[in-house]
């Protein structure tokens, strides 16, 4: 049943003032005022056979109100509207394609607002119904496979989720779970996170579905339930049930099927006697996750699809009174599915908080390490048998089905094989950390420091089965009396030390930091994360081929693709353009422009894999690790060469806006891999050195009158790991911070983790930038001197907050304003070098065109999330400024200069990346704002200039790095959305 009231029409009352002595007729009453009815949209285009919600806004009418909406399409056979206003076109052509809708008010009939519809044949995109395509990157097929993906909506398209549907192609009903994650300014959804189960038996495993309106919102009386008690918390699924505990969490307290066949879900599958959950091993001592009552254990998600617990904790020593490590845990299921995933993150938390402000304190915290020989997690089966059938995974042989009794076991573990290469001055081992620099090793993952090469990268199998492969995929499975279990562990062989061991007793181990390997460490505020998938099944027999099949669920999960035509249309990437999933077609660019965006295109596909792959610039010998996803091989599948890269982080957002592009599900896959990198192994979340003596009241960055360093992570030359922040003693880091990827992670996926990175990175930064900017808080005044970055990422990180909080955040829209503000102050003041005051010089005086393109590219993204048409101005100035010879900028050092071909630096040196920066950041929003044909002609001058050095970006090219490549990539969505037609 459609809910009227959330769809229909907004009636607004005007209602005239009694008092006053003007606008009465003698001796009588006010006259009312004239009714008014307005229709939106006023003008749209519709396929025919779809629909399309109108709203009216009616006012006047005095005392007795404007009356309600009466909704009339005029003609026959131009289709019908509803007492909602939601019209349907019809299903074929008819004499007119221009279609005439009418809305009255019922108490004055004459009173009249008029839309115009023109219907046409094909589709219209950013419009209803949406549809989209489930598919994997690999092509799996499965009967019934979960998805979680956002999808973005338009400006204005659709107010309410409870009025959303998905539905089959072909109109057929499927149930489903909406939440919106953003809204646009305004109210209409920008965001909303859709979650159902897909049919993927289809051709290519790919179903086709399509989101509507004229639908009542998420399904109701399915079988997920919830049963939130006081010390426990209940998950019914349908054919899987378990608990967990809210004082001593263990992850699972029980977990039973139907393992007797009497249609009761009440048949434990677990030995709970001796269930521990993760376990954190150091010497002879444990630290478990039951020892102290975790801070909190809630219901994050509940809906009639999906379902997902969060707790977070610190793993505990009782007997030694220690802590060791903090924890974040998610768990979720499906309706109907025998599935329960876990996340699990430890974070070391320890050190929180120091007191003196002094450079030494700060360091001393950022020192502090945890080890620990082993983190595993530990899944006791109760088998009801003495003999368990087996199976393990592993790549190039899958091993065969064997019998474990008693003692018996099979141990496989993942692992690094080779030796660090002391002479490879550009590949060292990571260093010691140096007391009173801050810098030094931040490495959870692993102690050596390898050459990447899948070579070196294998498995060993021992215990009744011996065997050895290169790449074990990571699952394994154990049966007893009506009893299958499967466990996954996502991207296992890419983040070694991994282990799998299965026990003739029941034990099935996940080894997350196996036992036997190098002691691992844990510095200072540094995170992992690790996925399981666990599925239980009322069967004894062995099912390599249905393991596969949830090990896909896990590591290659179903994403909804919809036509690049809609993301463009959604408009939430920016002005993006169009192109194909294999980024060649240029039929969406103007004719004069097609062949220098095909020689762009094919440039940047084919050195794409630099990026991503094994590079000697800028990295000595060493390969696969100059940005830091040296030890997440997945990437190194990506064509054209072996090897993986991801450079800049940005470049995680760069391949979101590729995928929205193209809808390459390639594109998509490295987003998310280079995105839950970053969280790992990137971001501090520690509260590190409260350094500086600053207050701000209610700003919870602040604490005890310091400015806290949460989210934080510092520079380790040693190891080469960049991202979102860099720490140093006695440096603010501001120049560094982006974020925005983060919350398109988390509004593509719903990725809670991503959400609370970005939260505590924004609140990190806002306590330090207030510090540098407010001088009315305690700070300083530094509009004026600051690096032009500090700009930019202040801006980059405010916004992508707001976006990420549905635009309705109040501390992110004052960060946000805060930071324009200071945009505008600095851009109306003049220096020598740029006398017309639009450009924007460093604290020293100097202008660097890449520094400016980043600050364009995050006022067009600014612009774009917010819909705030006065930034425009502000990017167009830019704009001109790069693309003028006032601040001695010359035009590529030409005889004839183009308008657009401009260099870096005074006297024409040209520089490889940042003009390419600047049209991918600020052309768009330049064009958009003086309706110029000439910033078209801008942007095909600078392809023209720019594609030859875009050709030079070649492996082994001493002159470009990764991150001068970078921003050739990143222009690429926008250089399209300029040169549409």
């Known amino acids: 049943m459609r809910h009227a009231l959330a769809v229909g029409c907004l009636v607004l009352i005007a209602l005239l003032s009694a008092c006053g002595s003007g606008g009465s007729p003698p001796g009588g009453s006010p006259l009312p005022s004239p009714i008014v009815v307005s229709v939106s949209p006023a003008a749209i285009s519709v396929q025919l056979g779809t629909t399309r919600q109108f709203t009216a806004t009616l006012t006047g009418g005095g005392a007795s109100g404007p009356g309600g909406p009466a909704w009339l399409v005029l003609g026959s056979g131009t289709g019908s509207i509803d007492s909602t206003g939601l019209y349907t076109a019809p299903l074929s052509m008819p004499g007119s394609p221009l279609v005439t809708i009418q809305c009255s008010s019922t108490i004055d009939p004459t009173a009249i607002g008029i839309a115009t519809v023109t219907l046409t044949v094909a589709p219209v995109y950013g419009a209803f119904p949406v549809l989209f395509d489930v598919r994997t990157q690999n092509s799996w097929q499965a009967a019934a496979a979960p998805v979680t993906v956002g999808i973005p909506l338009p400006l204005a398209l659709h107010n309410n989720e409870n009025t959303l549907r998905i539905q089959t192609q072909t109109g057929g009903s499927v149930n489903a779970q909406f939440r919106v994650t953003s809204r646009w300014p305004g109210g209409s959804i920008r965001w909303v996170l859709c979650d159902f189960i897909a049919d993927l038996t289809g051709a290519g495993g790919v179903g086709k579905y399509q989101l509507n309106s004229g639908g009542s919102g998420s399904a109701t009386g399915t079988s997920l339930q919830v049963i939130n008690g006081a010390g426990s918390i209940e998950v019914r699924t349908g054919n899987l049930n378990f608990t967990v505990s809210k004082t001593a969490f263990r992850l699972f307290e029980s977990i039973v099927i139907d393992r007797d066949n009497d249609s009761q879900v009440d048949d434990e599958c677990l030995d709970t006697a001796v269930a521990r959950g993760i376990v954190i091993t150091q010497g002879a001592n444990q630290f478990r996750m039951d020892q102290i009552a975790p801070t909190r254990v809630e219901v994050e998600e509940s809906g009639p699809i999906r379902v997902t617990l969060v707790s977070e904790g610190v793993h505990r020593n009782t007997g030694l009174g220690l802590n060791k490590l903090n924890f974040v845990v998610r768990i979720t299921a499906w309706v109907g599915?025998?599935?329960?995933?876990?996340?699990?993150?430890?974070?070391?938390?320890?050190?929180?908080?120091?007191?003196?402000?002094?450079?030494?304190?700060?360091?001393?915290?950022?020192?502090?390490?945890?080890?620990?020989?082993?983190?595993?997690?530990?899944?006791?089966?109760?088998?009801?048998?003495?003999?368990?059938?087996?199976?393990?995974?592993?790549?190039?042989?899958?091993?065969?089905?064997?019998?474990?009794?008693?003692?018996?076991?099979?141990?496989q573990q993942q692992n690094y094989t080779g030796t660090h290469d002391a002479s490879d001055t550009g590949n060292p081992q990571p260093a010691g950390y140096n007391v009173g620099s801050g810098e030094g090793s931040s490495d959870p993952l692993t102690n050596t420091w390898p050459d990447q090469t899948d070579a070196q990268v294998a498995y060993a199998l021992t215990g009744k089965l011996a065997g050895s492969g290169t790449k074990g995929p990571g699952w394994m499975q154990m049966t007893g009396s009506n009893i299958r279990c499967t466990t996954i562990?996502?991207?296992?062989?890419?983040?070694?030390?991994?282990?799998?061991?299965?026990?003739?007793?029941?034990?099935?181990?996940?080894?997350?930091?196996?036992?036997?390997?190098?002691?691992?460490?844990?510095?200072?505020?540094?995170?992992?994360?690790?996925?399981?998938?666990?599925?239980?099944?009322?069967?004894?027999?062995?099912?390599?081929?249905?393991?596969?099949?949830?090990?896909?669920?896990?590591?290659?999960?179903?994403?909804?693709?919809?036509?690049?035509k809609h993301y463009a249309a959604a408009g939430v990437f920016?002005?993006?353009?169009?192109?194909?999933?294999?980024?060649?077609?240029?039929?969406?660019?103007?004719?004069?422009?097609?062949?220098?965006?095909?020689?762009?295109?094919?440039?940047?596909?084919?050195?794409?894999?630099?990026?991503?792959?094994?590079?000697?610039?800028?990295?000595?010998?060493?390969?696969?690790?100059?940005?830091?996803?040296?030890?997440?091989?997945?990437?190194?599948?990506?064509?054209?060469?072996?090897?993986?890269?991801?450079?800049?982080?940005?470049?995680?957002?760069?391949?979101?806006?590729?995928?929205?592009?193209?809808?390459?599900?390639g594109a998509q896959r490295l987003f998310d891999q280079t995105t839950r990198h970053f969280r790992d192994v990137q971001v501090l979340h520690a509260d590190i050195g409260q350094r500086f003596a600053y207050t701000e009241a209610g700003n919870p960055a602040v604490s005890a009158g310091n400015a806290s360093q949460l989210g934080r992570t510092r520079t380790t030359p040693g190891n080469k790991q960049h991202g979102l922040g860099h720490y140093q003693l006695n440096d603010n880091g501001l120049s560094v911070f982006h974020g925005s990827f983060l919350a398109q992670h988390y509004l593509m996926t719903g990725d809670a983790l991503s959400l609370d990175v970005l939260k505590e990175t924004f609140t990190y930064l806002r306590g330090t930038w207030k510090r540098f900017f407010d001088a009315a808080n305690g700070g300083v005044d530094s509009t004026i001197t600051c690096p032009t970055m500090w700009l930019a990422n202040g801006l980059f990180l405010s916004t992508a907050y707001l976006e990420a909080n549905g635009l309705n955040d109040a501390a992110a829209a004052t960060m946000q304003a805060y930071v324009l503000a200071a945009v505008r102050v600095r851009q109306n003041t003049t220096s020598p070098r740029d006398p017309t005051g639009n450009g924007f010089d460093d604290n020293a005086g100097n202008f660097e065109a890449w520094e400016i393109g980043s600050i364009a590219e995050a006022m067009e993204y600014a612009r774009g999330a917010s819909n705030d048409t006065s930034i425009d101005d502000n990017i167009l100035r830019c704009m001109n400024w790069l693309l003028g010879t006032n601040a001695q900028v010359y035009l590529g050092n030409l005889a004839t200069p183009q308008f657009g071909a401009f260099a870096q630096f005074p006297g024409g040196v040209t520089d490889f990346g940042g003009p390419n920066l600047m049209i991918g950041a600020g052309y768009v929003g330049a064009f958009r704002a003086s309706a110029a044909a000439n910033w078209q002609t801008a942007t095909q001058n600078l392809l023209s200039r720019q594609n030859p050095n875009i050709a030079a970006a070649t492996i082994g090219d001493p002159n470009i790095r990764h991150s001068t490549y970078a921003q050739f990539f990143r222009a690429g969505p926008y250089i399209l959305g300029a040169l549409r037609p």
């Not at 595993?376 to 009801?384: S, Y």
């Not at 003999?387 to 065969?400: C, D, K, L």
């Not at 064997?402 to 003692?407: C, E, H, M, N, R």
């Not at 070694?496 to 196996?514: F, H, I, N, T, V």
């Open 337 to 411: 599915l025998p599935l329960v995933r876990v996340s699990y993150s430890f974070k070391n938390m320890a050190g929180n908080g120091v007191a003196s402000t002094a450079g030494a304190s700060a360091a001393a915290q950022l020192a502090q390490v945890e080890t620990a020989d082993a983190v595993e997690f530990d899944l006791p089966l109760l088998l009801n048998t003495g003999t368990a059938g087996a199976q393990i995974a592993g790549f190039p042989v899958v091993h065969t089905a064997q019998t474990l009794t008693g003692a018996e076991f099979w141990d």
């Open 574 to 665: 920016g002005q993006i353009g169009v192109t194909n999933d294999t980024r060649s077609s240029t039929t969406d660019i103007i004719g004069a422009a097609q062949s220098l965006v095909g020689t762009y295109l094919n440039e940047v596909v084919l050195h794409e894999g630099d990026l991503l792959a094994d590079r000697s610039d800028g990295n000595g010998a060493a390969t696969g690790h100059e940005y830091g996803l040296w030890n997440f091989g997945a990437g190194k599948t990506f064509t054209p060469t072996n090897g993986w890269e991801d450079n800049d982080y940005e470049v995680s957002r760069a391949f979101m806006n590729w995928f929205a592009a193209s809808g390459s599900i």
């Open 489 to 564: 562990v996502r991207d296992f062989w890419q983040q070694y030390p991994k282990q799998l061991r299965m026990q003739g007793d029941g034990l099935m181990r996940a080894g997350l930091w196996p036992a036997g390997t190098w002691p691992m460490q844990v510095f200072a505020g540094a995170m992992k994360t690790h996925e399981l998938l666990i599925s239980m099944d009322r069967i004894g027999t062995i099912d390599a081929a249905g393991a596969n099949i949830r090990a896909n669920i896990l590591n290659d999960p179903p994403l909804a693709i919809c036509n690049p």
